[in-house]
Nanobody, 121 residues
């Protein structure tokens, strides 16, 4: 079983920073792409930042220049550094990974349970 565990969320004032972490564990899983998504109350889930097919990093326009995605393949870990946070960044942030399980099952996708980021004064 493959698990994605997020951490690092919390309450922060506008203009503050948080760093989210996502650790992938369990099974023989090679993540080809990883990313962070978020879902605000009453809104659909959206891509925040992540590595897409081809290896490039994509950011939502609303976070460009403020958020930075990084990944350590050897540690099966991804991070999202969030600076200059705004109230509209408030949401549950989810880690996503897509790749190959047990060297033969392609197109596998996994989600974490999410971590809440609350930007408020």
């Amino acid at each position: 079983q493959v698990d994605l565990v997020e951490s690092g969320g919390g309450l922060v004032q506008p203009g503050g920073s948080l760093r989210l972490s996502c650790v992938v564990s369990g099974g023989s899983f090679r993540a080809n792409t990883m990313g962070w998504y978020r879902q605000a109350a009453g809104q659909p889930r959206e891509l925040v930042a992540g590595i897409i097919s081809g290896g490039s990093t994509k950011y939502a326009a609303s976070v460009e220049g403020r958020f930075t995605f990084s990944r350590d393949v050897a540690k099966s870990t991804a991070w999202l550094q969030m600076n200059n946070l705004k109230p509209e960044d408030t949401a549950v942030y989810y880690c996503n990974a897509r790749g190959v399980l047990n060297h033969e099952l392609y197109g596998m996708e996994y989600w974490g349970k999410g971590t809440l980021v609350n930007v408020s004064s």
